[in-house]
């Protein structure tokens, strides 16, 4: 048995010692190396068992958690190089919800905005635009709608100062 860490975990520190020691143990996590080599990642609860008000023994339930926690490394590593690259762009990228309510913005079109990127979040495309949100609604509007890009299209940029 390994910490979650790899280090060998003390006997004392085990779930079912625990619980034989008379302590409810819930959500445990650790490490177990098999045969083979290979660790396995476990998440378990370790509960005393008593007859009489004595104590009797203890039951351990554990469930394998190893391919989840490798996904969520794999989705939180993707995840990361979206964040990345969506912030690293030159040209200016936001996502809005149906409501026109800014989710989220990359720097250059937070720049473009006169804003900070998190001053956009939860704010609609008009408190952001002002007189110039019923153009950008009318065509995000579309792209929501339609699911298509909108090509060939302009808009003229204009400071926060203007609106």
């Known amino acids: 048995l390994l910490?979650?860490?790899g280090t060998p975990l003390p006997l004392d520190q085990t779930p079912l010692y625990r619980a034989l020691h008379g302590?409810?143990?819930a959500g445990a996590r650790w490490?177990?190396?098999?045969?083979d080599g290979s660790e396995r990642l476990l998440i378990g609860t370790a509960s005393p068992l008593r007859r009489d008000g004595v104590a009797a023994g203890a039951?351990?339930?554990a469930r394998d958690e190893t391919e989840r926690a490798a996904l969520e490394k794999e989705r939180d590593q993707s995840l990361?190089?979206?964040d990345a690259l969506f912030d690293g762009l030159p040209v200016g990228l936001g996502f809005v919800d149906a409501d026109m309510r800014y989710l989220r913005v990359n720097g250059a079109l937070a720049e473009l905005n006169g804003?900070?990127?998190r001053a956009h979040v939860g704010r609609t495309v008009t408190d952001v635009l002002g007189r110039d949100a019923a153009v950008v609604e009318a065509m995000l509007r579309e792209v929501l709608?339609?699911?298509e890009p909108l090509l060939g299209r302009e808009l003229k940029a204009m400071s926060r100062k203007d609106h």
């Open 3 to 5: 910490t979650i860490d």
């Open 145 to 147: 709608a339609t699911g």
């Open 115 to 117: 804003l900070p990127a």
């Open 31 to 35: 490490r177990v190396r098999r045969p």
């Open 80 to 82: 990361a190089r979206l």
């Open 59 to 61: 039951v351990l339930t």
């Open 23 to 25: 302590e409810q143990v």
